[in-house]
């Protein structure tokens, strides 16, 4: 499956942004995922969906950010409240099954990243 985010930008702390991942085909039987990149740092993730309902997230963005999907082709992450730390290349991402949601290596399909910034 080929995944394809969009939405990211320059935002001021406090604001809000929202991420598109729009997928080539139903996601309906994937467990779909954001992860975070940061210039320096290693790849960390964000959230995750699976086909049920079930959500998890960061300790980082607990409270501020909602992943969402239609279960046709799309996710979603709401971004609130901003912070700075926040700037980062966003991914979203594709996997089989729930377990170990949280790591990257557990996706099996990735898409090409979209970049929010956030000034202080």
């Known amino acids: 499956v080929q995944l394809q985010a969009s939405g990211g930008g320059l935002v001021q702390a406090g604001g809000s942004l929202r991420l598109s991942c729009e997928a080539s085909e139903r996601i309906s039987s994937y467990v779909m995922g954001w992860f975070r990149q940061a210039p320096g740092k290693e790849r960390e993730f964000v959230a995750a969906?699976?086909?049920?309902?079930?959500r998890k997230y960061a300790d980082s963005v607990k409270g501020r950010f909602t992943i969402s999907r239609d279960n046709a082709k799309n996710t979603y992450l709401q971004m609130n409240s901003l912070k700075p730390e926040d700037t980062a290349l966003y991914y979203c991402?594709?996997?089989?099954?729930?377990?170990?949601?949280?790591?990257?290596?557990?996706?099996?399909?990735w898409g090409q990243g979209t970049l929010v910034t956030v000034s202080s």
């Open positions: 991402a594709a996997a089989g099954q729930w377990s170990r949601h949280y790591e990257a290596q557990s996706y099996d399909f």
């Open positions: 969906m699976g086909w049920s309902g079930s």
